[in-house]
């Protein structure tokens, strides 16, 4: 399976939880091998045989998954970091403030 952000944690765990090999690939590598094919196909059935040539093909490493509770927490995590990007501009935006560079938080005294 092609790693997707975050997403492929739990399928991989449950996977190798269950017995069955799993590996995880970065989607670019994926990417360039299908490009490489010139291929002019672009569909779900067409990547699907091409992740699965590239598995035949490459040397690929079997997933060494996280426990259930490390990827748990790993998801929570991104979770949080991606909530606060979000959060932070709006904030700005909504205070109606200028940019300052000379700004200093009153936070850090």
């Not at 690929?60 to 970091?81: G, R």
């Amino acid at each position: 399976m092609e790693s997707i952000g975050y997403y492929h944690y739990q399928l991989a765990y449950y996977f190798q939880e269950e017995g069955i090999k799993v590996s995880v690939e970065n989607p670019l590598s994926v990417k360039y091998f299908i490009q490489m094919k010139l291929s002019k196909v672009k569909t779900d059935k067409s990547d699907a045989k091409a992740i699965c040539e590239y598995g035949r093909i490459n040397e690929i490493p079997l997933y060494t998954a996280l426990t259930n509770v490390q990827s748990e927490c790993l998801q929570l995590a991104l979770i949080a970091v991606l909530n606060k990007l979000i959060k932070q501009p709006f904030a700005i935006a909504k205070s109606g403030l200028l940019y300052d560079e000379t700004y200093a938080s009153v936070l850090s005294k």
